[in-house]
Nanobody, 120 residues
Framework: QVQLVESGGGLVQAGGSLRLSCVAS????????MSWYRQAPGKQRELVASITSGGSTNYADSVKGRFTISRDNAKNTVYLQMDDLKPDDTAVYYCSALIRVILSLPKDYWGQGTQVTVSS
């Protein structure tokens, strides 16, 4: 059983910064790709950023240059540093990871989501 716990969401003014964290725990054998998604009211869920176990990153065009994804493999943790936040960044942010548990095959796990609200 794997649990992903997020932290760092909140309310911030436009131009401000937040750092989201997501820690995976449980009977983990290995953690592969880790990602951040977001879903704004009335919109579909979108991929914000992803990072492979080797450190290769990918970003949505809307956040490129402002957000930075990173990970600490020893702590099974992924971070999302969000700078120069804009009102359009307002959404529920979800952590996701491809994880193999002991005596099982890899599969996707999701965090509970954390609200990020950016005021004008």
């Amino acid at each position: 059983q794997v649990q992903l716990v997020e932290s760092g969401g909140g309310l911030v003014q436009a131009g401000g910064s937040l750092r989201l964290s997501c820690v995976a725990s449980g009977s983990i054998s290995s953690v592969h790709a880790m990602s951040w998604y977001r879903q704004a009211p009335g919109k579909q869920r979108e991929l914000v950023a992803s990072i492979t176990s080797g450190g290769s990153t990918n970003y949505a065009d809307s956040v490129k240059g402002r957000f930075t994804i990173s990970r600490d493999n020893a702590k099974n943790t992924v971070y999302l540093q969000m700078d120069d936040l804009k009102p359009d960044d307002t959404a529920v942010y979800y952590c996701s990871a491809l994880i193999r548990v002991i005596l099982s095959l890899p599969k996707d796990y999701w965090g509970q989501g954390t609200q990020v609200t950016v005021s004008s």
